[in-house]
Protein backbone atom coordinates (compact mmCIF):
# COMPACT_ATOMS: atom_id res chain seq x y z
CA UNK A 1 0.00 0.00 0.00
CA UNK A 2 0.93 3.49 -0.89
CA UNK A 3 1.16 4.25 2.84
CA UNK A 4 3.00 1.26 3.93
CA UNK A 5 6.49 2.71 2.63
CA UNK A 6 8.98 5.29 3.66
CA UNK A 7 10.37 8.23 1.73
CA UNK A 8 12.46 6.97 -1.41
CA UNK A 9 10.83 3.56 -0.86
CA UNK A 10 8.36 3.77 -4.21
CA UNK A 11 9.09 1.60 -6.72
CA UNK A 12 10.16 3.25 -9.95
CA UNK A 13 9.11 2.85 -13.07
CA UNK A 14 8.83 -0.39 -14.59
CA UNK A 15 9.86 -1.91 -11.50
CA UNK A 16 6.51 -3.36 -10.31
CA UNK A 17 4.46 -3.80 -13.77
CA UNK A 18 1.54 -5.51 -12.50
CA UNK A 19 -1.51 -3.77 -11.20
CA UNK A 20 -1.58 -4.00 -7.59
CA UNK A 21 -5.72 -4.63 -7.61
CA UNK A 22 -5.79 -5.03 -3.68
CA UNK A 23 -3.21 -2.06 -3.26
CA UNK A 24 -5.57 -0.05 -5.76
CA UNK A 25 -9.09 -0.53 -4.27
CA UNK A 26 -7.54 -0.20 -0.53
CA UNK A 27 -5.93 3.52 -1.38
CA UNK A 28 -9.23 4.00 -2.73
CA UNK A 29 -11.04 3.22 0.15
CA UNK A 30 -8.61 5.06 2.59
CA UNK A 31 -9.01 7.90 -0.23
CA UNK A 32 -12.04 10.54 -0.08
CA UNK A 33 -15.22 9.19 -2.58
CA UNK A 34 -14.25 12.21 -4.61
CA UNK A 35 -10.51 11.10 -5.41
CA UNK A 36 -11.25 7.99 -7.65
CA UNK A 37 -9.24 8.78 -10.50
CA UNK A 38 -6.37 9.95 -8.91
CA UNK A 39 -6.13 7.00 -7.05
CA UNK A 40 -5.97 4.80 -10.15
CA UNK A 41 -3.99 7.74 -11.97
CA UNK A 42 -1.36 7.84 -9.33
CA UNK A 43 -0.76 3.88 -9.29
CA UNK A 44 -0.62 4.22 -13.37
CA UNK A 45 1.90 6.88 -12.76
CA UNK A 46 4.29 5.41 -10.22
CA UNK A 47 4.14 1.74 -12.27
CA UNK A 48 4.80 2.79 -15.72
CA UNK A 49 5.22 6.48 -15.60
CA UNK A 50 1.75 7.18 -17.49
CA UNK A 51 1.26 11.00 -17.41
CA UNK A 52 -2.13 12.81 -18.48
CA UNK A 53 -4.05 10.08 -17.12
CA UNK A 54 -7.83 11.45 -16.23
CA UNK A 55 -11.09 9.45 -16.48
CA UNK A 56 -13.68 10.79 -19.09
CA UNK A 57 -17.78 10.06 -18.28
CA UNK A 58 -20.84 9.63 -20.64
CA UNK A 59 -23.27 12.40 -19.90
CA UNK A 60 -27.28 11.26 -19.59
CA UNK A 61 -28.02 11.04 -23.32
CA UNK A 62 -24.34 9.19 -24.55
CA UNK A 63 -23.28 11.91 -26.53
CA UNK A 64 -20.53 13.31 -24.97
CA UNK A 65 -17.48 12.49 -22.87
CA UNK A 66 -17.16 14.57 -19.80
CA UNK A 67 -13.20 14.76 -18.48
CA UNK A 68 -13.88 15.06 -15.03
CA UNK A 69 -11.52 17.45 -12.91
CA UNK A 70 -8.22 15.96 -11.26
CA UNK A 71 -8.03 16.96 -7.08
CA UNK A 72 -5.06 18.74 -6.09
CA UNK A 73 -4.49 17.07 -3.49
CA UNK A 74 -6.35 18.86 -0.87
CA UNK A 75 -9.57 17.72 -2.30
CA UNK A 76 -10.10 20.55 -4.79
CA UNK A 77 -10.42 20.37 -8.70
CA UNK A 78 -7.64 20.81 -10.97
CA UNK A 79 -8.37 22.00 -14.23
CA UNK A 80 -11.14 22.99 -16.42
CA UNK A 81 -14.11 20.50 -17.49
CA UNK A 82 -13.57 19.67 -21.16
CA UNK A 83 -16.32 18.00 -22.70
CA UNK A 84 -15.56 16.05 -25.88
CA UNK A 85 -18.76 14.73 -28.13
CA UNK A 86 -18.87 10.59 -28.56
CA UNK A 87 -19.61 10.79 -32.40
CA UNK A 88 -17.15 9.87 -34.45
CA UNK A 89 -14.22 10.12 -31.46
CA UNK A 90 -12.28 7.21 -30.16
CA UNK A 91 -14.07 7.40 -27.32
CA UNK A 92 -17.00 6.24 -28.94
CA UNK A 93 -15.08 3.50 -30.51
CA UNK A 94 -13.61 2.52 -27.21
CA UNK A 95 -17.42 2.28 -25.82
CA UNK A 96 -18.86 0.14 -28.43
CA UNK A 97 -16.04 -2.41 -28.98
CA UNK A 98 -15.28 -2.57 -25.23
CA UNK A 99 -11.96 -2.74 -26.10
CA UNK A 100 -9.03 -0.59 -25.58
CA UNK A 101 -7.51 1.45 -28.22
CA UNK A 102 -3.63 2.71 -28.45
CA UNK A 103 -2.11 5.39 -30.66
CA UNK A 104 1.04 7.46 -31.22
CA UNK A 105 0.75 10.24 -28.89
CA UNK A 106 3.06 12.14 -31.32
CA UNK A 107 5.88 12.68 -28.62
CA UNK A 108 7.47 9.45 -28.83
CA UNK A 109 4.44 7.86 -26.18
CA UNK A 110 0.83 6.09 -26.72
CA UNK A 111 -2.25 7.02 -25.89
CA UNK A 112 -4.08 4.17 -24.29
CA UNK A 113 -8.19 4.71 -24.05
CA UNK A 114 -9.59 2.20 -22.32
CA UNK A 115 -13.68 1.09 -21.43
CA UNK A 116 -14.56 2.05 -17.91
CA UNK A 117 -17.56 -0.26 -17.57
CA UNK A 118 -19.61 -2.38 -15.08
CA UNK A 119 -21.55 -5.47 -15.80
CA UNK A 120 -22.36 -3.57 -19.61
CA UNK A 121 -23.04 -0.26 -17.86
CA UNK A 122 -20.99 2.43 -19.73
CA UNK A 123 -19.32 4.40 -17.05
CA UNK A 124 -16.88 6.44 -19.06
CA UNK A 125 -12.98 5.88 -20.14
CA UNK A 126 -10.12 6.02 -18.71
CA UNK A 127 -7.26 7.65 -20.92
CA UNK A 128 -3.22 7.88 -19.66
CA UNK A 129 -0.05 8.30 -22.37
CA UNK A 130 2.59 5.93 -21.40
CA UNK A 131 6.60 5.79 -22.48
CA UNK A 132 5.88 2.47 -24.48
CA UNK A 133 3.23 -0.50 -24.87
CA UNK A 134 3.57 -4.23 -24.52
CA UNK A 135 0.89 -6.41 -23.20
CA UNK A 136 1.60 -6.30 -19.48
CA UNK A 137 0.91 -2.64 -19.88
CA UNK A 138 -2.11 -3.10 -21.92
CA UNK A 139 -3.79 -5.71 -19.75
CA UNK A 140 -2.50 -3.14 -16.54
CA UNK A 141 -4.46 0.07 -17.68
CA UNK A 142 -7.42 -2.16 -18.99
CA UNK A 143 -7.51 -3.99 -15.57
CA UNK A 144 -7.27 0.01 -13.94
CA UNK A 145 -10.05 0.41 -15.94
CA UNK A 146 -12.09 -2.36 -14.85
CA UNK A 147 -10.83 -1.55 -11.14
CA UNK A 148 -12.12 2.08 -11.74
CA UNK A 149 -15.66 1.00 -12.90
CA UNK A 150 -16.02 -0.56 -9.36
CA UNK A 151 -14.73 2.53 -7.44
CA UNK A 152 -16.97 4.83 -8.93
CA UNK A 153 -20.03 2.75 -8.75
CA UNK A 154 -19.25 2.50 -4.94
CA UNK A 155 -18.07 6.19 -4.78
CA UNK A 156 -20.85 8.08 -6.40
CA UNK A 157 -23.27 6.97 -3.31
CA UNK A 158 -21.01 9.60 -1.34
CA UNK A 159 -20.47 12.74 -3.52
CA UNK A 160 -22.43 14.60 -6.30
CA UNK A 161 -19.21 14.28 -8.44
CA UNK A 162 -20.30 12.23 -11.18
CA UNK A 163 -23.90 13.30 -11.12
CA UNK A 164 -22.65 16.38 -11.83
CA UNK A 165 -20.42 15.18 -14.85
CA UNK A 166 -23.31 13.21 -16.01
CA UNK A 167 -25.80 16.41 -16.57
CA UNK A 168 -24.35 18.34 -19.36
CA UNK A 169 -27.76 20.40 -19.37
CA UNK A 170 -29.88 21.92 -16.52
CA UNK A 171 -32.11 19.61 -14.45
CA UNK A 172 -35.51 21.07 -14.01
CA UNK A 173 -37.03 20.03 -10.38
CA UNK A 174 -39.59 17.52 -12.53
CA UNK A 175 -36.51 16.25 -14.58
CA UNK A 176 -34.47 15.55 -10.67
CA UNK A 177 -36.95 13.87 -9.30
CA UNK A 178 -37.61 11.47 -12.75
CA UNK A 179 -34.07 10.02 -12.69
CA UNK A 180 -34.18 9.34 -9.33
CA UNK A 181 -36.65 6.80 -9.93
CA UNK A 182 -34.64 5.11 -12.95
CA UNK A 183 -31.74 2.20 -11.62
CA UNK A 184 -28.43 2.94 -11.05
CA UNK A 185 -26.98 1.24 -13.58
CA UNK A 186 -29.23 0.77 -17.19
CA UNK A 187 -27.54 -2.22 -18.68
CA UNK A 188 -26.97 -5.06 -16.73
CA UNK A 189 -25.07 -8.54 -18.24
CA UNK A 190 -25.91 -11.87 -17.08
CA UNK A 191 -25.71 -15.93 -18.14
CA UNK A 192 -29.19 -15.73 -19.60
CA UNK A 193 -29.92 -12.29 -20.41
CA UNK A 194 -28.82 -8.55 -21.43
CA UNK A 195 -30.65 -5.98 -20.60
CA UNK A 196 -30.39 -2.30 -21.30
CA UNK A 197 -32.64 0.62 -21.30
CA UNK A 198 -32.95 4.85 -22.33
CA UNK A 199 -35.13 7.88 -21.76
CA UNK A 200 -35.10 10.74 -23.72
CA UNK A 201 -36.97 13.27 -21.27
CA UNK A 202 -39.40 15.65 -23.25
CA UNK A 203 -38.57 19.27 -22.68
CA UNK A 204 -41.00 19.72 -19.89
CA UNK A 205 -40.92 15.72 -18.69
CA UNK A 206 -43.58 13.30 -19.58
CA UNK A 207 -43.53 10.80 -16.29
CA UNK A 208 -41.93 7.80 -18.04
CA UNK A 209 -40.15 4.84 -15.98
CA UNK A 210 -38.26 1.85 -16.41
CA UNK A 211 -36.75 -0.33 -13.49
CA UNK A 212 -35.42 -4.15 -13.10
CA UNK A 213 -34.37 -6.26 -10.22
CA UNK A 214 -32.89 -9.00 -10.82
CA UNK A 215 -33.50 -12.71 -8.14
CA UNK A 216 -31.55 -15.79 -7.76
CA UNK A 217 -34.14 -17.17 -10.06
CA UNK A 218 -36.31 -14.41 -11.57
CA UNK A 219 -35.83 -10.94 -13.52
CA UNK A 220 -38.38 -8.63 -12.60
CA UNK A 221 -39.16 -5.82 -15.49
CA UNK A 222 -41.16 -2.73 -15.16
CA UNK A 223 -41.87 0.10 -17.61
CA UNK A 224 -44.13 2.90 -16.96
CA UNK A 225 -45.29 5.83 -18.06
CA UNK A 226 -47.40 8.87 -15.76
CA UNK A 227 -49.78 10.29 -17.54
CA UNK A 228 -49.52 14.58 -17.79
CA UNK A 229 -46.06 16.61 -17.77
CA UNK A 230 -43.57 18.22 -15.30
CA UNK A 231 -43.53 18.11 -11.98
CA UNK A 232 -47.22 16.40 -11.72
CA UNK A 233 -46.17 13.60 -13.78
CA UNK A 234 -42.97 13.21 -11.94
CA UNK A 235 -44.63 13.29 -8.49
CA UNK A 236 -47.38 10.30 -10.00
CA UNK A 237 -44.42 8.17 -11.55
CA UNK A 238 -43.08 8.58 -7.94
CA UNK A 239 -46.11 6.73 -6.08
CA UNK A 240 -46.50 4.37 -9.15
CA UNK A 241 -42.81 3.36 -8.75
CA UNK A 242 -42.17 2.77 -5.52
CA UNK A 243 -45.85 0.89 -5.29
CA UNK A 244 -44.35 -1.27 -7.57
CA UNK A 245 -41.42 -1.37 -5.71
CA UNK A 246 -42.51 -2.14 -2.56
CA UNK A 247 -44.69 -5.43 -3.77
CA UNK A 248 -41.84 -6.19 -5.39
CA UNK A 249 -39.42 -6.59 -2.63
CA UNK A 250 -41.84 -8.10 -0.14
CA UNK A 251 -42.11 -10.89 -2.46
CA UNK A 252 -45.95 -10.34 -4.19
CA UNK A 253 -46.70 -11.70 -7.47
CA UNK A 254 -47.33 -9.75 -10.21
CA UNK A 255 -51.22 -9.05 -9.66
CA UNK A 256 -50.31 -7.77 -6.13
CA UNK A 257 -47.98 -5.05 -7.68
CA UNK A 258 -50.42 -4.02 -10.27
CA UNK A 259 -52.82 -4.05 -7.72
CA UNK A 260 -50.59 -1.96 -5.52
CA UNK A 261 -49.74 0.47 -8.16
CA UNK A 262 -53.23 1.20 -8.99
CA UNK A 263 -53.95 1.77 -5.00
CA UNK A 264 -51.17 3.89 -4.65
CA UNK A 265 -52.33 6.38 -7.03
CA UNK A 266 -56.43 6.20 -6.20
CA UNK A 267 -55.41 6.87 -2.78
CA UNK A 268 -52.92 9.55 -2.74
CA UNK A 269 -53.11 11.28 -6.47
CA UNK A 270 -55.53 12.31 -9.14
CA UNK A 271 -54.26 10.89 -12.72
CA UNK A 272 -53.41 7.43 -14.20
CA UNK A 273 -50.64 5.71 -14.96
CA UNK A 274 -49.69 2.79 -17.92
CA UNK A 275 -47.31 0.31 -17.04
CA UNK A 276 -46.37 -2.72 -18.49
CA UNK A 277 -45.15 -5.45 -15.71
CA UNK A 278 -42.92 -8.69 -16.06
CA UNK A 279 -41.22 -11.73 -14.17
CA UNK A 280 -38.82 -14.25 -16.50
CA UNK A 281 -38.14 -17.41 -14.93
CA UNK A 282 -34.44 -17.23 -15.74
CA UNK A 283 -34.27 -21.06 -15.78
CA UNK A 284 -36.18 -21.65 -18.75
CA UNK A 285 -37.61 -18.15 -20.05
CA UNK A 286 -41.15 -18.52 -19.05
CA UNK A 287 -42.03 -14.90 -18.75
CA UNK A 288 -45.40 -13.81 -16.93
CA UNK A 289 -46.79 -10.26 -17.85
CA UNK A 290 -49.50 -7.58 -16.38
CA UNK A 291 -50.10 -4.91 -19.20
CA UNK A 292 -51.96 -1.82 -18.05
CA UNK A 293 -53.04 0.34 -21.12
CA UNK A 294 -49.47 0.09 -22.17
CA UNK A 295 -48.10 -0.16 -25.91
CA UNK A 296 -47.35 -3.55 -26.72
CA UNK A 297 -43.88 -5.04 -26.95
CA UNK A 298 -41.91 -5.81 -29.60
CA UNK A 299 -40.46 -8.81 -30.30
CA UNK A 300 -37.03 -9.87 -32.94
CA UNK A 301 -37.14 -13.34 -33.36
CA UNK A 302 -35.17 -15.24 -36.06
CA UNK A 303 -34.84 -11.97 -38.17
CA UNK A 304 -38.17 -10.99 -37.87
CA UNK A 305 -40.07 -8.26 -35.71
CA UNK A 306 -43.59 -8.68 -34.90
CA UNK A 307 -46.03 -6.64 -32.10
CA UNK A 308 -47.33 -8.78 -29.51
CA UNK A 309 -50.98 -8.80 -29.40
CA UNK A 310 -51.10 -8.89 -25.62
CA UNK A 311 -54.32 -8.56 -23.78
CA UNK A 312 -54.45 -5.17 -22.18
CA UNK A 313 -56.12 -4.09 -19.33
CA UNK A 314 -56.82 -0.38 -17.95
CA UNK A 315 -54.20 1.91 -16.87
CA UNK A 316 -52.99 2.47 -12.87
CA UNK A 317 -55.74 4.73 -11.26
CA UNK A 318 -58.50 4.96 -13.49
CA UNK A 319 -60.98 6.15 -11.86
CA UNK A 320 -63.43 2.74 -12.33
CA UNK A 321 -63.55 -1.21 -10.72
CA UNK A 322 -60.07 -2.92 -12.62
CA UNK A 323 -58.86 -5.96 -12.59
CA UNK A 324 -55.62 -7.33 -13.94
CA UNK A 325 -54.60 -10.07 -15.80
CA UNK A 326 -51.69 -12.53 -16.13
CA UNK A 327 -50.76 -13.11 -19.61
CA UNK A 328 -47.73 -15.69 -20.54
CA UNK A 329 -45.19 -16.00 -23.61
CA UNK A 330 -42.24 -17.76 -23.60
CA UNK A 331 -38.82 -16.44 -24.39
CA UNK A 332 -36.40 -18.51 -26.81
CA UNK A 333 -32.37 -18.69 -26.70
CA UNK A 334 -31.67 -15.44 -29.45
CA UNK A 335 -34.84 -13.34 -28.68
CA UNK A 336 -34.84 -10.07 -28.52
CA UNK A 337 -37.86 -7.83 -26.53
CA UNK A 338 -38.70 -4.53 -26.60
CA UNK A 339 -40.84 -2.37 -24.36
CA UNK A 340 -41.83 0.97 -25.29
CA UNK A 341 -43.73 3.94 -24.05
CA UNK A 342 -46.47 5.68 -26.46
CA UNK A 343 -43.47 8.45 -26.88
CA UNK A 344 -41.35 6.31 -29.09
CA UNK A 345 -44.62 5.59 -31.21
CA UNK A 346 -46.84 8.66 -31.61
CA UNK A 347 -46.71 12.25 -32.49
CA UNK A 348 -43.39 13.40 -34.33
CA UNK A 349 -42.26 9.53 -33.48
CA UNK A 350 -44.39 8.25 -35.80
CA UNK A 351 -42.18 8.80 -39.02
CA UNK A 352 -39.88 6.67 -37.20
CA UNK A 353 -40.09 3.05 -38.82
CA UNK A 354 -38.98 1.65 -35.24
CA UNK A 355 -39.79 -2.36 -36.48
CA UNK A 356 -36.90 -1.44 -39.10
CA UNK A 357 -34.25 -0.09 -36.47
CA UNK A 358 -34.88 -2.90 -34.28
CA UNK A 359 -34.09 -5.21 -36.69
CA UNK A 360 -31.73 -3.45 -38.55
CA UNK A 361 -29.88 -3.40 -35.00
CA UNK A 362 -30.51 -7.13 -33.94
CA UNK A 363 -27.01 -8.07 -34.31
CA UNK A 364 -25.76 -5.18 -31.74
CA UNK A 365 -25.69 -5.02 -27.60
CA UNK A 366 -28.95 -4.01 -26.41
CA UNK A 367 -27.75 -0.65 -25.14
CA UNK A 368 -26.40 0.34 -28.93
CA UNK A 369 -30.39 -0.41 -30.15
CA UNK A 370 -31.20 1.68 -26.96
CA UNK A 371 -29.79 4.38 -28.66
CA UNK A 372 -30.44 3.82 -31.75
CA UNK A 373 -34.09 3.81 -31.55
CA UNK A 374 -34.70 6.82 -29.33
CA UNK A 375 -32.09 9.00 -31.24
CA UNK A 376 -34.28 8.69 -34.34
CA UNK A 377 -37.07 9.28 -32.35
CA UNK A 378 -35.40 12.78 -30.69
CA UNK A 379 -34.24 13.20 -34.55
CA UNK A 380 -37.95 12.76 -36.41
CA UNK A 381 -38.73 14.56 -33.41
CA UNK A 382 -36.22 18.29 -34.74
CA UNK A 383 -34.80 17.67 -31.00
CA UNK A 384 -38.01 19.20 -29.19
CA UNK A 385 -40.28 15.90 -27.76
CA UNK A 386 -43.66 16.47 -26.70
CA UNK A 387 -43.67 13.38 -24.84
CA UNK A 388 -40.88 11.59 -22.89
CA UNK A 389 -39.54 8.17 -25.37
CA UNK A 390 -38.50 5.09 -23.28
CA UNK A 391 -37.20 2.10 -24.22
CA UNK A 392 -36.19 -1.46 -22.65
CA UNK A 393 -34.65 -3.79 -24.17
CA UNK A 394 -33.95 -7.73 -23.47
CA UNK A 395 -31.71 -10.16 -24.91
CA UNK A 396 -32.37 -13.77 -24.10
CA UNK A 397 -29.35 -16.34 -23.57
CA UNK A 398 -29.33 -19.90 -23.98
CA UNK A 399 -27.67 -20.35 -20.88
CA UNK A 400 -24.29 -21.01 -21.47
CA UNK A 401 -22.89 -18.11 -21.04
CA UNK A 402 -22.23 -17.65 -24.75
CA UNK A 403 -24.85 -14.82 -25.16
CA UNK A 404 -23.15 -11.51 -27.08
CA UNK A 405 -19.42 -10.06 -26.96
CA UNK A 406 -20.03 -6.65 -25.17
CA UNK A 407 -19.73 -5.44 -28.99
CA UNK A 408 -22.61 -7.10 -29.93
CA UNK A 409 -21.46 -9.92 -31.79
CA UNK A 410 -22.74 -13.43 -30.81
CA UNK A 411 -20.34 -15.22 -28.67
CA UNK A 412 -18.60 -18.85 -30.06
Same mark, same amino acid.
Request: aromatic share 4%; glycine share 10%; net charge negative.
Given at each position: ???????????????????????????????????????????????????????????????????????????????????????????????????????????????????????????????????????? #????????? *??????????????????????????????????????????????????????????? #?????????????????? #????? $????????????????????????? $???????????????????????????????????????????????????????????????????????????????????????????? #???????????????????? *???????????????????????????????? *??????????? $?????
Amino acid at each position: MDGDRGPGQDRGPGQDRGLGLDEVLRAAERAAPVESVDVVARNLERRFAAREVSFLLVDMLGREAVRLPRSDGEGRARGAVDRRPLAGSVYEKVLRSQRPHVEDDGAGGARMVAPVTNRGDLIGVLEAVVPEVDDT #IRDAVAQAA *HALAYIVVTDRRFTDLYHWGWRTSPVTLAAEIQHQLLPSASCCEAPRFTLAGGLVPADD #IGGDTYDYALDQDTLHLS #ITDAM $GHDTASALLATLTVNALRGARRAGR $GLLEQAAAAHEAITRHARGMTTGQLLRVDLADGACEMVNAGHPWPLRLRGGRVEKLSVHVDLPFGVPAPVSYQVQRLQLEPGDRLVLLTDGM #IERGAGAVDLPAVVRDTGAE *HPREAVQAMTLAVYDACGGELRDDATALVLDW *HDGTGRGRHPD $GTPRA
